[in-house]
């Protein structure tokens, strides 16, 4: 119901963007976030983004350099990620969860129950 584009293979200080699209379900209900899943590592948050597209939030690793943004047309969500490092390496998802409160967000895992296959995001010289 939810499938990652986007990812792939680049430099240290390059920019990259994912996509996630919707299928199924109607993602007009559901807020939305990005985790991240590095190897040997507990998958962890990234960004998120409420009912209401104006809220947004995200990991402190990633503030100032990651947008997250919805488009309730498209049934799609993304995820532009400039100055890139190294320890952005990783398998990156997408999550939706169903909410009735439009600003509702949340950073734990646990909460989301819907997800993608995830795309691979390697940042390397």
């Known amino acids: 119901q939810l499938a990652e584009s986007g990812g792939g293979l680049v430099q240290p200080g390059d920019s990259l963007s994912l996509s996630c699209q919707a299928s199924g379900v109607t993602v007009s209900w559901y807020a939305l976030a990005w985790f991240r899943q590095a190897p040997g590592k507990e998958r962890e948050f990234v960004a998120s983004?409420?009912?209401?597209?104006?809220?947004?939030h995200y990991a402190d690793s990633v503030k100032g350099r990651f947008t997250v943004s919805r488009d309730f047309d498209k049934d799609a969500v993304y995820l532009q990620m400039r100055s890139l490092e190294p320890d952005d390496t990783a398998v990156y998802y997408c999550a939706a969860r169903w909410t009735y409160d439009i600003d509702s967000y949340t950073y734990d895992v646990r909460d989301y129950d819907t997800w993608g296959q995830g795309t691979q995001v390697t940042v390397s010289s």
């Open positions: 983004v409420a009912r209401n597209k104006e809220k947004t």
